[in-house]
């Protein structure tokens, strides 16, 4: 490869492959009709731009690092680019052919940029590899299998996006791009030693985006083994293993994707390796443990509990969430992260899964009273004595849920800010809608429970895009008689944002009664339990005044107070 190049130079007679140890692909698309940003928006727009600004200069795709093996070269840093420019081109000589054969030119781009014969010219990583060859090279597929990765999937949405996208174009679009893409420059660096190519990459800041805290310390991690490694065999055959293992951690981030960022993952393992929920910094903290004695030890070590940690989170939100209603009610609160090393230590000591729901219970209690109380309290210095003492030689829950339940119960002192009185005093003030709507969840699925034998509970994503709506509307409606009692400052200050006011509908409902009189309101008041049971506290002559709302606001509250 020559250190400058053009994307179709760079391909061009060469073999491309993603090792298996490497992220799988990772660019979002945006969904049908949706607003938001995502790359690969953002890669077909930015060379939009480029064909409209007539510029003379060719695009530029950056910088490419590569190891350079024997018959193929494997892309260091720079794979989600090279990834999302063979999807581009793919789904570009697919729409191009929809509308007349290829040219002679363009038949000669093809083989050299996508496929001569049977030589692929890119290969993305081992497990997604079939359904991006049959998918997007071939072709062969147009039904997704029926079992993915959340990167394969990733890999059809792009691919799907840039036909959608492309085949509405004139020819000329298509040939303007074909001609900007091939042409586009790039430069390359192949090395032949691995330990450079994994300092390179360390080191490497391409356009000011840093690589995650996980990337940077699986490269050190590999940079170390190549430092410290005694002899060839002993060296190669831990490279082996830290791949292995980072082959089955981003397959486990593609599992748990949306869910928990992969440096929060890295963080937590080191507060489950170190037994301290006070580990912050992780990369100085491996850095240190790197520059110490036996590192390779330490590498060898942590990617296993590493790898550990993704699988079990794969478990806990996936299979276990949807099996298990205390892990979904906890992981639907969302802001979790101070529990998750309790939660990985559960799944590490094999604890069973009522044991596990128990603890999702009381930690969700714990995390929703800290949130409302809202006191300058630090939550890690009340929960990390019990946390270090939760060990594989005493692995009992017994201790966490007492020291919880103390939080809870005791009196007075510095340890009162979350107790009970202090909770009750909270539900009675403004709550932050995320908060609110979760909490009003929770009464629902009271409601649907009360009397049914076998019932099961509603699921907080049953809910289609739930809101919050006050039930008499903060702005007073113009319209008299509207059913909402006198607007006074009592009413305004304590009665409109409170619990009693608050009710949880669907996005399309809350835009479609806004301020209308109550009455009318109420009639369309039939999708749950909760909105059903408002004509209950409704004052003589269908009047949502301040003495309806209480009487709700007292009932939410009891309820709350019994199940937190």
């Known amino acids: 490869m020559e250190a400058s190049s053009t994307i179709r130079n760079m391909l061009a007679n060469n073999r491309i492959v993603v090792p298996t140890y490497q992220r799988a692909y990772a660019w979002d698309t945006p969904a049908e009709g949706s607003t938001r940003v995502s790359q690969t928006a953002v890669f077909l727009s930015d060379l939009e731009a480029y064909r409209s600004s007539n510029s003379r200069s060719p695009y530029y795709f950056g910088h490419f690092l590569f190891e350079q093996t024997q018959g193929e070269y494997r892309v260091i840093d720079g794979q989600q680019r090279l990834t999302t420019i063979t999807l581009f081109l793919a789904a570009l000589f697919a729409c191009l052919q929809a509308k007349r054969a290829l040219t002679e030119d363009e038949q000669d781009c093809y083989k050299d940029m996508i496929k001569r014969e049977s030589q692929i010219r890119f290969k993305t990583v081992g497990y997604d590899n079939q359904t991006f060859v049959d998918y997007v090279i071939n072709q062969s597929r147009t039904v997704a299998p029926a079992s993915l990765t959340t990167s394969a999937q990733r890999l059809i949405n792009a691919f799907d996006f840039f036909k959608k996208k492309l085949g509405s174009q004139p020819e000329a679009f298509l040939t303007d791009m074909l001609r900007i893409v091939s042409q ?4 390359t660096h192949p090395v032949r030693d691995e330990a450079e190519a994994i300092q390179m990459f360390i080191f490497q800041n391409n356009r000011g985006k840093r690589p995650s805290n996980l990337e940077v310390v699986k490269a050190q991690f590999m940079y170390a083994i190549h430092l410290h490694s005694e002899d060839q065999e002993a060296r190669d055959n831990l490279i082996e293993e830290i791949q292995n293992r980072f082959e089955t951690i981003y ?92 939660i990985l230590k ?57 020291n919880i339940e103390r939080l809870k ?15 009750a005093e909270a539900l009675e003030w ?31 994503d049953d809910i289609k895009r739930p809101e919050l709506e006050h039930i008499a509307p903060t702005t007073e409606p113009t319209a008299s008689p509207h059913g909402y009692g006198a607007y006074d400052e009592t009413f305004k200050s304590e009665y409109l944002n409170c619990l009693g006011n608050y009710l949880l509908v669907s996005k399309s409902h809350n835009c479609a009664v806004g301020n209308i009189p109550f009455s009318e309101k109420l009639e369309t008041y039939q999708h749950n339990f909760q909105q059903r049971e408002i004509a209950k506290f409704v004052s003589a002559g269908s009047i949502w005044d301040q003495n309806a709302i209480q009487i709700r606001h007292d009932k939410i509250v009891a309820t709350l107070m019994a199940e937190l």
């Open 251 to 342: 397959k486990s981030i593609s599992a748990i994707d949306y869910r928990i960022n992969e440096d929060d993952v890295l963080q937590h393992t080191l507060r489950v390796h170190f037994n301290s929920l006070w580990e912050s910094g992780a990369l100085d903290r491996i850095e240190k443990m790197l520059t110490a004695e036996s590192p390779l030890e330490f590498v060898k070590d942590f990617t296993s509990s590493l790898a550990i940690s993704f699988e079990h989170l794969t478990a806990f939100f996936g299979a276990d969430e949807r099996s298990s209603f205390p892990i979904h009610s906890l992981v639907s609160l969302g802001g979790i992260g101070i529990v998750l090393p309790f």
């Open 346 to 402: 559960a799944y590490r000591f094999g604890l069973p899964l009522p044991d596990k729901n128990q603890l999702c219970v009381v930690f969700e209690s714990l995390i929703i009273r800290h949130r409302l109380i809202g006191t300058r309290a630090d939550i890690t210095s009340r929960i990390n004595d019990t946390y270090e003492a939760f060990t594989s030689d005493a692995p009992a829950i017994g201790p966490i849920l007492e």
């Open 409 to 423: 119960t005791v009196g007075s002192g510095w340890w009162a800010y979350w107790n009970n009185e202090k909770l």
């Open 430 to 460: 403004g709550i932050r809608h995320s908060t609110a709507r979760h909490l009003l969840w929770k009464y629902e699925v009271h409601l649907e429970g009360q009397g049914q034998r076998g019932y099961e509970p509603r699921r907080n």
């Open 184 to 187: 586009a420059s790039c430069s």
